[in-house]
């Protein structure tokens, strides 16, 4: 297995040999992910192995700002990406973080976005401490479900057997009833199906059947991340289940939108299949050293705007719109506060660290003119006034671990008016 942590090949030529690519004889070996940002959907190479030296079978390959496992030539050759910020040893906590995200609901909402799962692409054998997806779908499914848990299981009607005594109801279920009953000489009983309305429905079946299977994974966590969070979230949801059965399959529940008021529900059972599917409905498949995965990718650019939009939260709470609106314009975030109005943008790039990107400036500085942000900072018409924009990226040496009111201007941009940045530590294993 070819392995890489992400974002190599950038500043200088990382090379890679391997007797699969010379046998296979390609100039060029990628892997995308189908991205969406800023309402608009497109495809981003995860990693690209481009041939420098056909006769000597020389590649240099580059990765992007994406985690996972993948095939590079289907069956021989696989490559995995690790999660690395910096040129350390050290490996980014991104289980932590997103852990940490769970926390708020706006995360909740837009989690599908942080993962694509190849289920239909042959599995690939790795350590089991190489595993990156399960805990990550695990703890998405678990911060989704806590949302749901905070408004309700949704009820319905659904359908029960009762074998009951000396009376019917609804339709009777004549071959059961003679099999059980009138064959054993049991003549007063009669097996019935009816509808019943509660919780105990075949989408919250499903949903508890993951979330045991979950309960299940909890242990393991010890040995990746800081696990008190993970058992604090066990904690809330489990009670809301008391009530709900594990017997159900995938089949039971179709896939289908359950509205704007049940939105999590979708996320939720899709997540759900993919932790049963992940299993086959047995948990002590991960006692294994080596563990068979499907391919997958996860998204450390979108996972970190979602961490900084936790940090922001976690200080000024309401005060942060995320992903402002306007006309094809999407901002990150929006901080309307007495003292702090600003656009701030978040940008998962090192080049921070010693420098900048005039792009980047280019375009916070075009969202802060923006006519509704303005009226939405100030609730009048005066574009005149000159809109701080804050730009946050990953910092492991100085960065601050929390963001405070005091921290947003500490840093200004040289050349560039009321342009500030700010970088904050990413938790690290």
Partial sequence: MLQFSEHEGFKEITPVTHEFLKVEEGEFFSKTFKKTHRNREQLEH???????????????????????????IPNKLPIQVIPKIDDTERQ?????????????????????????????EPKIEIEQHQDFLTPFLIIEFLGVLRSIVKKGLK???YKVE???????KGKVLISKTIKHNLAQNKN????CQFEEFGVNTPENKLLNKAFELSKAYLPSFNKLTEAKGLKDLYNYINPAFNQVSTQVSLNEVPQRKSGSLFKEYDEALTLARYIIKRYGYNIKSQTKEKVEIPPFWIDMSKLFEFYTLSLLKDHFGAAVSFQFKN?????????????YKMVIDAKYKPSYLNGRNNQDMRQVSGYARLKKVYETLYGDKDYNKLIDCLIIYPDQETGLEKITGNDLKQNPIPDYMNIYKLGVVLPIV
């Fill in 46 to 72: 995860c990693y690209e192995i481009n041939c420098i030296d056909q006769e000597l079978g020389e590649y240099a390959v580059k990765t992007n700002y994406y985690i996972g496992v993948d095939w590079v």
């Fill in 92 to 120: 980014t906590d991104y289980l932590k973080m997103l852990l940490h995200c769970m926390k708020h609901p706006e995360v909740t909402q837009e989690i599908e976005e942080l993962v694509e799962v190849k289920w239909e």
């Fill in 155 to 157: 009820k319905s009607y």
């Fill in 162 to 168: 009762h074998n009951l005594q000396s009376r019917v």
């Fill in 188 to 191: 007063l009983h009669t097996y």
């Fill in 327 to 339: 006309r094809g314009s999407e901002l990150d975030y929006l901080l309307n506060t007495e003292t």
